[in-house]
């Protein structure tokens, strides 16, 4: 009989740790299409140009992204709305800090994200990388345009340290300044 309970208790102690490895395909599909169709649903203006399900907080669990083209500004707009999923909740919850990405790039094996916006007259980006079971900014840039020089202002938050660049204006920032692989 000790056998069995030990047994029971290994079975029951194994589930409960392998909860998240083991949430259906089907059902994440089926929530990520809910979400899509609200998402095309409560905008007239702009509709999902594609939608993936792909691991973005390394849990082993897919995450859902929408990816639209923004309505305003100058320069390229790809956006996407990021749901990272709760394995408490069973369900997919909005990432603000992902979704507010601008021409994102991810290098899910290298676990890093680059994203920027550069419009007419100047912009700024980003790398994000995975730390600590979070994503982190760790490069900024700023790039102003005007009529005398154009200047790459280049921070890196952990570091504590500023580089200024001068640099011909682009709307896709250089790849010393930022690596990405969007093109116009």
């Known amino acids: 009989m000790n056998i069995l309970a030990l047994l ?5 102690f194994a ?10 395909e089907a059902t994440l599909k089926a929530k990520s299409k809910k979400l899509l169709k609200a998402f095309n649903h409560e905008s007239k203006i702009t509709s999902a140009d594609f939608d993936t399900l792909i691991d973005l907080n390394y849990d082993a669990i897919k995450d859902f ?3 639209y ?4 500004g100058t320069g390229l707009k790809n956006k996407i709305r990021v749901y990272l999923y709760d394995i408490k909740k069973h369900d997919y919850i909005l990432n603000e800090q992902l979704s507010n990405l601008s021409n994102p790039t991810f290098y899910i094996d290298q676990k890093k994200i680059t994203e920027f916006y550069i419009g007419n007259g100047g912009g700024s980006g980003s790398k994000l990388e995975w730390i600590n079971g979070k994503w982190i900014v760790t490069k900024f840039f ?5 009529e005398i020089k154009t200047v790459w202002k280049v921070t890196y ?7 200024n660049w001068a640099k011909p204006f682009q709307f896709i920032p250089p790849k010393d300044i930022l690596e990405t692989i969007v093109k116009e």
């Open 8 to 12: 029971f208790s290994f079975f029951i």
């Open 15 to 24: 589930s409960c740790n392998s909860q998240n490895k083991n949430v259906n």
């Open 65 to 67: 992204v929408i990816g």
């Open 69 to 72: 083209y923004g309505q305003s």
């Open 142 to 146: 700023e790039v102003d345009e005007n």
């Open 157 to 163: 938050p952990l570091k504590k340290k500023t580089e």
